[in-house]
């Protein structure tokens, strides 16, 4: 087939492409972020439903990643690390990563650079504390990238993020003074929100996908990373992709994965990892995004008059 991308990463072991299930373990931060001044008590189903994550999602999840022998990746608000320690131990004990998603899901871009830089303390914080060893990797909740997080993040030694799409490829975002860090790229396809959730209460009401239906989306993407040398990692909840069906729809499509052969299954911090070393030897020249990109609205010459 013609190649679509130019100028893909050489992945390990000649690997066609690298894959990372990553999930956004998230739990009830959102019930407490969003209804911060409300009774949370009275809103009973909306915390089952989320719990539910933490209490079938994680052991289910990592028990089939356990099964295929793989180690991924699972983006946590601290708070979710201390309020869950039983499931974060399942997932640390098989080997997997816990990433840094903020502390109650916060969206950074609606604070300040000081209020931003408490949370991403916070969050180290708590996954040293669970870990025994700091985060190496971020995930911004919500998508909700500022204009500081990428300082903020080299500043505090985080050494990859996977919140952005710029490219099919990791990439380096890069600050002005031509500090970075190693971007793991994703786009709306690899997010099981967009097919399954239904959370009336809160205001998101997609129509369920059937799993297979929704399977073929992600695995559509897998498919094109496998045949051009991409990289293709998801961006999962365990409430919404832990249900037994959609769970089954997994196993289907890591055993497709695993039919399709030469496929690297590693966590983020490991591709970050392999990513930065190849720069490093100058074995491979990745895409570069210096941020912001923009410093101001770029003028318009007309303007809409009605
Ligand atoms: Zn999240």
Redo the contacts with the bound molecule.
């Keep these: 087939m013609l190649s679509l991308i130019d100028n893909p990463p050489p992945w390990p072991n000649g690997a066609r492409c690298a894959v990372s299930f990553a999930y956004?373990?998230?739990a009830e931060?959102?019930l407490h972020l969003y209804y911060p001044s409300d009774d949370v008590r009275r809103r009973v189903a909306l915390a089952q439903t989320l719990r539910y994550g933490a209490t079938v999602a994680i052991p289910r999840i990592a028990k089939i990643w356990n099964h295929f022998g793989i180690r991924q990746t699972v983006?946590t608000?601290g708070w979710c690390l201390e309020a869950y320690p039983d499931a974060v131990a399942l997932l640390v004990e098989g080997g997997h990563e816990i990433g840094h998603?903020?502390w109650l899901?916060e969206r950074v871009n609606q604070l300040s650079r000081e209020d931003e830089e408490k949370v991403m303390l916070a969050g180290i914080r708590a996954i040293e504390k669970a870990t025994g060893k700091p985060p190496v990797g971020y995930?911004c909740?919500?998508g909700a990238f500022s204009e500081h997080t990428l300082d903020l993040m080299v500043e505090h030694g985080i050494r990859y993020d996977a919140s952005l799409g710029g490219y099919d490829v990791p990439y380096l975002i890069k600050r002005p003074d031509g500090r970075s860090v190693v971007e793991l790229p994703h786009e709306a396809t690899a997010d099981d929100w967009n097919q399954y959730v239904n959370l009336p209460v809160s205001g998101w009401t997609m129509q369920p996908r059937a799993p297979a239906d929704a399977r073929a989306v992600f695995q559509a993407d897998f498919d094109a990373a496998w045949e051009h040398g991409g990289l293709w990692t998801a961006v999962w909840?365990p409430f919404v992709s832990g249900r037994l069906a959609r769970a089954e729809e997994q196993v289907r499509l890591i055993e497709h994965m695993q039919a399709r052969g030469d496929v690297w299954f590693a966590t983020c911090a490991e591709i970050a990892e392999h990513v930065a070393g190849l720069i490093a030897r100058n074995e491979w020249t990745p895409p570069e995004e210096t941020l912001p990109f923009y410093d101001a609205a770029v003028p318009q010459i007309v303007h809409p008059s009605r």
């Design positions: 956004d373990f998230d931060s959102l983006f608000p998603h903020g899901h995930r909740p919500s909840h």
